[in-house]
């Protein structure tokens, strides 16, 4: 699976967006950007993918560039209990689903 | 629908004790994925099973480890003769059959070693 690259931490003001950025630069052509975020001590939650598409659900939007090598996680109104890690994941949909997380973004919504 | 549940969410134990690690996955699952998150660690995948059998336990230390997902009941991570470590959070994850949909954690189970 290819390596992502993410900032160790940002903030954001409630109520902004939230723009989190992932580098994928070794992205293969069947490989999945995954991004899960786990808020302190729970386990991690989906939050949204894509291919190749930008992607809108209920949580975020996915903007994927159009060469695949970066994506961006925006979170359109931020509040405190977005404070979390977030991690960017880049897998090909196998018969071996493992998630490989890396460090992650932690996220720290301020008032 | 219920979600992801682990049993039990906190669990003492000490050294060279057994500790068994139950998961129930979400109604409709069959793929249970198990991960171990260190302290002040990322998480770090070690199994991945199907019912009744082992996937990818590419993540699973060599010895005193062991998982199992039987047809019926809940998925079972067991680690003999505990070390402290051992010590750390333990989640599953479930997914429905196919591999590209996301996976549901559950709150996990955090095991101390004393």
């Known amino acids: 699976d290819a390596k992502t690259t993410q900032p160790p931490s940002m903030d954001c003001a409630e109520g902004r967006a939230a723009n989190l950025p992932c580098n994928h630069s070794?992205?293969?052509?069947?490989?999945?950007v995954y991004w899960y975020r786990q808020i302190h001590s729970q386990g991690p939650q989906y939050i949204i993918h894509g291919l190749k598409n930008n992607e809108t659900n209920e949580m975020a939007s996915l903007i994927i560039t159009e060469d695949r090598k970066s994506s961006t996680l925006i979170l359109p109104h931020a509040t405190l209990r977005d404070t979390a890690v977030y991690y960017c994941i880049v897998r090909v949909g196998s018969n071996t689903g493992k998630l490989i997380f890396g460090q992650g973004t932690t996220l720290q919504v301020k008032p | 629908n219920a979600g992801v549940m682990q049993n039990p969410r906190h669990l003492v134990r000490r050294r060279g004790q057994e500790a068994r690690l139950r998961c129930s996955p979400m109604k409709g699952h069959s793929h249970v994925y198990w991960y171990r998150q260190l302290p002040e660690e990322g998480l770090k995948f070690m199994v991945y099973?199907?019912?009744?059998?082992?996937?990818?336990e590419s993540g699973m230390p060599k010895e005193r480890f062991s998982a199992e997902f039987p047809k019926e009941g809940p998925s079972i991570l067991r680690i003999q003769q505990v070390v402290r470590g051992d010590s750390a959070a333990y989640f599953c994850?479930?997914?429905?059959?196919?591999?590209?949909?996301?996976?549901?954690f559950g709150p996990g189970t955090r095991l101390t070693v004393l």
């Open positions: 099973l199907q019912k009744e059998n082992i996937i990818d």
């Open positions: 070794t992205i293969s052509g069947n490989e999945y």
């Open positions: 994850a479930s997914s429905p059959h196919d591999s590209y949909n996301e996976q549901f």
